[in-house]
């Protein structure tokens, strides 16, 4: 089953916190769930963006399987989205 994950904050920029223990393991597994997790969207930094997480392996390594990230501009700039899951 695919997964989507929608949040306010991008992942994996200077503006994600990940200085307490929980954020640093959601951040891990979402990694580690490169397989099923189809895509994060998210605003915030209100630009137009598609950025690549890398998965990761059980064992910590970085896998082949890329996470991609679309951070929109937000309803206010006219930026609607569609998604579809095939």
């Known amino acids: 089953m ?5 949040q ?3 992942l994996g920029t200077e503006e994600t916190n990940y200085k307490d223990q929980a954020s640093i393991n959601l951040y891990t597994e979402i990694k580690k769930s490169a397989d099923v997790v189809k895509g994060i969207f998210c605003g915030h930094i ?5 950025s ?3 998965g990761l ?4 390594s970085i896998s082949n399987v890329k996470i991609p990230q679309y951070t929109g501009g937000g309803a206010h700039h006219n930026d609607v989205m569609k998604i579809t899951v095939q």
């Open 2 to 6: 695919p997964v989507l994950i929608f």
């Open 8 to 10: 306010h904050i991008p």
């Open 46 to 50: 209100h630009e137009i963006t598609l």
């Open 57 to 60: 392996k059980e064992d910590g």
């Open 52 to 54: 690549y997480l890398d």
